[in-house]
């Protein structure tokens, strides 16, 4: 059977509007499972945005052994 995947990272340039979510929050471990959404109103000239989706999230350097991103 396939699995199911969670969003961690949405991405818009009106977040509240799409996902309902307060853009660019910060992450704690306490929300760190949660998806954010970061917005894109300054996107560089080029128009490509480069992301993680750990970056930034406490557990993110030891993912791979985190119980809540894995």
Same mark, same amino acid.
């Given at each position: ?7 961690? +990272? ?15 929050q910060d992450i704690t471990? +306490?929300?760190? +499972? ?27 350097t030891t993912y791979q ?6």
């Amino acid at each position: 059977m396939g699995r199911i995947w969670t969003p961690y +990272q949405y991405y818009s340039r009106d977040c509240r509007r799409v996902y309902g979510i307060e853009p660019n929050q910060d992450i704690t471990r +306490q929300n760190e +499972q949660e998806a954010i959404c970061t917005s894109l109103d300054r996107l560089p000239t080029n128009r490509k945005a480069y992301f993680s989706t750990i970056d930034k999230r406490p557990s993110g350097t030891t993912y791979q052994t985190s119980p809540v991103l894995l």
